[in-house]
């Protein structure tokens, strides 16, 4: 029995994957129980690392702090990839302010975390450590952690400590305060559901009519005459002809007596416009439909190389040939079809029009998913490649002690979002599968996350007993704190609906839990859409913000 004492308990390579597979295994299998409908979920990794490390169980720290830094590159990196695409569009229109708030969370939280530092005299790495699980964000601890092992040289243990301490009611922290905002302001979720439909349908939104033309002053005249006599914006969408003929009409289509057209334009406009034209008709989707009989509609993947990086104006599908743009998914996400849109390799869009148009159109974005599914590993290796040295370079700035680096965490990201956004533009294949990211994704947070306990458990108990414990209602409070503020600012100043307030707080805690629990309980979208609006900012942030505060 040599061989298994040996293997349990040396110092060898394959102990060191034995006890991190078994602490991954034990870690996402606890996972997966729900209290509540809550769960911690990969977090588990963390406190088995922690258990087994306080009964021996540990690895050599070289290879734990490698098995750390690699986890944590490819969590972050995949994330920024992940992100990127969304991540400047997050700041326009309505997403500005939902973005601000989130701002305000992360600064307050911040704020409160310094107050507690000095007021209690606590070392600022462990409260960096609390407030890192208090607002459930693993890449601001692994930022801090590799921060603090550049200047000091060592790794302090406490910061994953705190970081364990205080991540359970950071999870609950979240729930708790949303459901209590429903109860300070008597909210009706049903009444809240029909106000937020009537958002949606303001005078301001697009809505669909269709139009027989009956003005003879129209007749003969291009879509984009009439759109310049009108001097009220539409879009005609699909143009049916007396004579039975049914086409996607361009700006140079010529309209004629009797066609009739199906138009897009603002609810505002919509009784203008079909007055101008001629008359309204009742023909809803479904009639469309049928009198589609010569046109259809099919999802194309872009495959193609040559078409990545390339916009939807320079491709000129709609004028080449003849065909509708009508969306872009893109890593779940739907995107406007505006000319200035640049396609990326993985790109769905949605075209209807002639079936042999579309397949010249099939042709060019090449739409061949099994190319997809090859691993572009390129662009990943050598995204790290210069995430590293970007987060490697020192930068100086005034007040503090030591320069500024973003470190592994910090760079990898930086680069991630910036060559998932831009590279596209430059021929850059930057597209890696849902699954594939989400996998790389998992295994880098598990790596790193078990790495963290097998290293933290030694005195954990010990500095839990002698005051940490008072680490919990540190992090409660840097949790609720600044929730409060925001969500009271929220629906009193700024008049947002329940359901945004939910997804601003999930997304500027990057917390995955409460968004499962908020949308499994009222099951509204626009949860998820305010949580991916602030999602990348709250993530940029909370990374940054963790080492500028160890420093």
Same mark, same amino acid.
């Given at each position: ?18 006890? +991190?597979?078994?602490?991954? %295994?034990?870690?996402?299998? *606890? =996972?997966?129980?729900? &209290?509540?409908?809550?769960? $911690? !979920? /990969? ?115 406490? +910061?994953?400590?705190?970081? %364990?301490?205080?991540?359970? *009611? =950071?999870?609950?922290? &979240?729930?708790?305060?949303? $459901? !209590? /905002? ?126 990545? =990086? ?242």
């Amino acid at each position: 029995m040599n061989w298994l004492d040996s293997l349990l308990f040396s110092d060898s390579v394959a102990h060191a994957i034995l006890i +991190i597979s078994i602490v991954i %295994a034990l870690g996402i299998m *606890l =996972g997966k129980i729900k &209290v509540f409908g809550i769960s $911690l !979920g /990969v977090t588990w990794i963390l406190f088995i690392g922690i258990i087994l490390s306080h009964f021996g169980f540990t690895i050599n720290p070289a290879v734990r702090s490698f098995v750390s830094d690699l986890g944590l590159i490819l969590f972050v990196f995949s994330l920024g990839l992940q992100v990127g695409p969304g991540f400047f569009a997050s700041f326009k229109e309505g997403g500005l302010k939902l973005n601000m708030l989130a701002v305000l969370i992360v600064v307050l939280g911040v704020g409160i975390t310094v107050a507690i530092h000095f007021i209690t005299g606590t070392p600022m790495p462990t409260m960096v450590g609390v407030m890192s699980g208090a607002v459930t964000n693993t890449p601001g601890l692994g930022a801090a952690q590799q921060t603090v092992t550049d200047i000091t040289g060592s790794l302090d243990q406490t +910061i994953a400590m705190g970081y %364990a301490v205080a991540y359970p *009611l =950071g999870v609950v922290g &979240v729930i708790l305060t949303l $459901l !209590g /905002v429903r109860a300070f302001f008597r909210i009706n979720i049903n009444k809240e559901k029909e106000k937020v439909h009537q958002q949606e349908t303001n005078p301001d939104s697009a809505c669909k009519i269709a139009v027989e033309v009956r003005n003879e002053a129209i007749c003969g005249r291009t879509i984009r005459e009439v759109d310049e006599l009108l001097a009220r914006h539409f879009v005609v969408s699909r143009q049916y002809h007396p004579d039975g003929h049914m086409e996607i009409p361009t700006s140079d289509s010529v309209v004629g007596m009797g066609d009739k057209l199906l138009v897009i334009t603002s609810a505002a406009n919509a009784e203008v416009v079909s007055a101008f034209i001629g008359r309204r008709l009742e023909m809803d989707q479904a009639t469309w439909e049928k009198l589609d009989t010569n046109l259809v509609s099919r999802r194309l993947v872009v495959t193609n190389s040559s078409v990545n =990086g390339k916009s939807l104006g320079e491709l000129n599908i709609r004028a080449q040939f003849g065909l509708n743009i009508t969306r872009v998914n893109r890593a779940g996400i739907d995107l406007t079809a505006s000319p200035g849109l640049h396609l990326q390799l993985g790109d769905r869009i949605m075209v209807v029009g002639a079936q042999s148009a579309i397949d010249k159109v099939a042709r060019l974005v090449g739409n061949q998913a099994k190319k997809l599914r090859e691993p572009k590993l390129i662009p990943i290796f050598i995204g790290i490649f210069f995430g590293i040295i970007v987060g490697s370079i020192p930068i100086m700035l005034p007040g503090l002690g030591q320069p500024l680096k973003l470190g592994l965490a910090g760079g990898s990201l930086v680069v991630a979002i910036l060559i998932a956004r831009f590279g596209p533009n430059f021929g850059m294949v930057t597209y890696t599968t849902a699954s594939s990211n989400m996998m790389l994704r998992e295994v880098g947070i598990a790596l790193f996350l078990a790495a963290v306990g097998l290293g933290a458990g030694e005195g954990f108990v010990d500095a839990v007993l002698g005051g940490g414990y008072m680490w919990i209602l540190y992090g409660f409070l840097i949790t609720v704190i600044p929730l409060i503020i925001v969500c009271i600012l929220a629906r009193a100043v700024f008049k947002f609906d329940y359901f945004a307030i939910s997804g601003l707080v999930c997304g500027s805690h990057t917390n995955p839990t409460a968004l499962a629990f908020m949308n499994t309980t009222f099951d509204e979208s626009r949860i998820a859409v305010a949580y991916a609006t602030v999602y990348p900012l709250a993530m940029f942030l909370r990374v940054i913000v963790a080492q500028l505060m160890v420093l």
